[in-house]
T-cell receptor, first 112, second 114 residues
Framework: KAGVTQTPRYLIKTRGQQVTLSCSPI?????VSWYQQTPGQGLQFLFE???????NKGNFPGRFSGRQFSNSRSEMNVSTLELGDSALYLC???????????FGPGTRLTVT | AQSVSQHNHHVILSEAASLELGCNYS??????LFWYVQYPGQHLQLLLK??????LVKGIKGFEAEFIKSKFSFNLRKPSVQWSDTAEYFC????????????FGTGTQLKVEL
């Protein structure tokens, strides 16, 4: 079974721009979660989608948003990028609820 | 809200030494507990998990962890580390029944020297 895939793997954007990251979960997994990883703040939960509905949300500003499609693929969008948004963005998929999560390789976003 | 505390940020061991990494969590309800590992240049991988039952759980590559409910702890152990265990280790908790929201500790960077 293929693992979680994320595209693109690397991205460089300028302050003020917006960015969209994509995640394809493991086949059959209905839950997709997003995390931000930085050296200073560690791994922080952004949000979770299950069957196209946002089920959980972390403490991030409204500039961070996401969605999930009927095939469980998910996208994350960050608008009006700030330097502090530079991070590794990880996607994780899970078959159900309160389950172990399988992580993708991440998208490395650099904001200049 | 839940929180996770990992006591050791950097650990350096010689090969064959024993390892114990501490993890404590704070949460008023029941949780599922996890240890994840991130090898250099690789993505996060699950080492082991505890959902219920026997509090001593075994994971991959000879790792084990013990859940002590009274201490809100889930410490990771390995009797004899190898150079290939050099990685960053993350403890994480997930409240049961609340969806798939992991709260991670700050991580422990383990370096194993030959």
């Amino acid at each position: 079974k293929a693992g979680v895939t994320q595209t693109p793997r690397y991205l460089i954007k300028t302050r003020g721009q917006q960015v969209t990251l994509s995640c394809s979960p493991i086949s059959g997994h209905r839950s997709v979660s997003w995390y931000q990883q930085t050296p200073g703040q560690g791994l922080q939960f952004l949000f979770e989608y299950f069957s196209e509905t946002q089920r959980n949300k972390g403490n991030f500003p409204g500039r961070f948003s996401g969605r999930q499609f009927s095939n469980s693929r998910s996208e994350m969008n960050v608008s009006t990028l700030e330097l502090g948004d530079s991070a590794l963005y990880l996607c994780a998929s899970s078959p159900g609820t309160s389950d172990e999560q399988y992580f993708g390789p991440g998208t490395r976003l650099t904001v200049t | 809200a839940q929180s996770v505390s990992q006591h050791n940020h950097h650990v350096i061991l010689s090969e064959a030494a024993s390892l114990e990494l501490g993890c404590n969590y704070s949460y008023g309800g029941t949780v599922n507990l996890f240890w994840y590992v991130q090898y250099p240049g690789q993505h996060l991988q699950l080492l082991l998990k505890y959902f219920s039952g026997d509090p001593l759980v075994k994971g991959i590559k000879g790792f084990e962890a013990e859940f002590i409910k009274s201490k809100f702890s889930f410490n990771l152990r390995k009797p004899s580390v190898q150079w290939s265990d050099t990685a960053e280790y993350f403890c994480a908790v997930m409240p049961t029944g609340g969806g798939n929201k992991l709260t991670f500790g700050t991580g422990t960077q383990l370096k194993v020297e030959l």
